[in-house]
């Protein structure tokens, strides 16, 4: 396989925004985010709905384009870049894993995997080999040739997981991919996650309301009404990460 154990950093800035807006119209979604995010660190970012932590994460994942403000990931200065460069930086750089699989129905599991390498023409037998790498790293192998309704909901996730991871991305952005699970699903996710994170070195952004899994991230920033309001280092031990919970949900 080539997963491997890869050293944790916290040495480089990987994601850096500098006083970013983001407006729709005349109503700004993002009001002058800072955030710095650091090579193979695994963020979560958390706030109420509206905040604008999907906004935060569509500009970080090139889906959207900063109003005003710096934006950096890796050596990719966004807010410069033209639509071809953040369609190639999207296909070469990142994996995305949302609420919602985006599996297709008529295709097995193996081919759903395989569809970001045939976007970067990848050949049929690496194509191949690289798509089971990654559904043995999720623990879906054995399901290669099912099709998507012939899976659970967390199977279908994990099917998603491996897509997003097929293409070895140095960025995961994940927006509430355990919004559709229950809370045993949810852990077996996040633990896939820390994984992902831990052997492979993969820097990974996610988005959340479900505080009980924050335990899996090494630091939390909180956002609202637009604005980064304040970062947490996430505790390892169960009684200050409990604590910490408790703070979170009185202003979240």
Avoid at 51 to 71: E, H, P
Avoid at 128 to 151: D, I, S
């Amino acid at each position: 396989m080539y997963f491997k154990e890869v050293p944790f950093p916290f040495v480089v800035s990987f994601i850096e925004a500098r006083d970013v807006w983001k407006y729709y119209g005349d109503y700004p979604a993002l009001r002058g985010v800072n955030i710095e995010i650091k090579e193979g660190e695994f963020r979560c970012i958390i706030g109420p709905s509206g905040s604008g932590k999907t906004t935060l994460l569509s500009l970080i994942g090139g889906l959207d384009r900063v109003s005003r403000g710096y934006l950096r990931v890796g050596p990719y200065e966004l807010h410069k870049l033209s639509n071809t460069e953040l369609d190639r930086y999207r296909n070469e750089f990142l994996g995305f894993v949302f609420q919602l699989y985006y599996l297709i129905p008529r295709m097995t599991v193996l081919e759903n995997v395989e569809l970001p390498l045939i976007a970067r023409g990848v050949d049929p037998g690496r194509r191949r080999k690289l798509a089971l790498e990654a559904l043995e790293m999720v623990g879906l192998r054995n399901k290669a040739r099912r099709r998507p309704n012939e899976l659970s909901g967390g199977e279908q996730q994990r099917v998603a997981i491996a897509r997003a991871i097929v293409s070895r991305p140095r960025l995961l952005l994940a927006d509430e991919p355990t919004g559709n699970l229950d809370s045993k699903t949810a852990a077996v996710i996040m633990d896939i996650f820390s994984k992902l994170n831990r052997e492979l070195g993969m820097t990974i952004v996610m988005v959340t309301h479900n505080l009980e899994i924050i335990g899996n991230c090494h630091r939390v920033s909180r956002i609202s009404d637009g604005v980064i309001t304040r970062t947490y280092d996430v505790p390892q031990t169960h009684e200050t990460l409990d604590t910490l919970i408790r703070e979170l949900m009185t202003t979240v």
